[in-house]
């Protein structure tokens, strides 16, 4: 199985240089940036990433943000009907962490799956 492409944002220097060695340790391909801002442009330049691990607290463009593209923070619900995987309080329990950042990637690699099954379907189809 291939490594998990992870994108982890918090504006807390020490404590992504942490959770990403401890992360990395348990074979994860991990990038990181410090702010929201960053991660939308690495988003942007870097398409294999598969999962994103955002803090909701961060000065200019918080979590929710920088998940919606504008402004409107409201609640954890919120970001779950935007998008959002699920929502963890920090610090959390890394087993636990790296439990939903797996729940999270099979999730993207099953729905590229039914996309490329139905690209596929759509394709023969036309050839008949």
Same mark, same amino acid.
């Given at each position: 199985?291939?490594?998990i492409k992870l994108l982890l944002v918090d504006d807390e220097k020490a404590f992504l240089d942490t959770i990403t060695k401890r992360l990395e340790k348990r074979d994860?391909? *991990?990038?990181? *940036?410090?702010?929201g801002k960053? $991660?939308? $442009?690495?988003?942007?330049?870097?398409k294999t990433l598969e999962v994103v691990v955002l803090d909701v607290k961060m000065p200019e463009m918080d979590g929710i943000q920088t998940l919606t593209g504008? +402004?409107?923070?409201e609640t954890a619900i919120d970001g779950m009907k935007l998008g959002a995987f699920d929502y963890l309080m920090k610090p959390c329990d890394?087993?636990?962490l790296i439990?939903? *950042?797996?729940? +999270?990637a099979a999730?993207?690699?099953?729905?590229e799956e039914k996309i490329t099954e139905a690209r596929i379907?759509?394709?023969?189809?036309?050839r008949v």
């Open positions: 199985m291939k490594k994860l391909d *991990v990038s990181t *940036v410090y702010s960053e $991660a939308l $442009a690495e988003i942007e330049k870097n504008h +402004a409107t923070v890394i087993d636990t439990g939903k *950042v797996k729940g +999270a999730k993207k690699r099953e729905h379907k759509e394709i023969t189809e036309r």
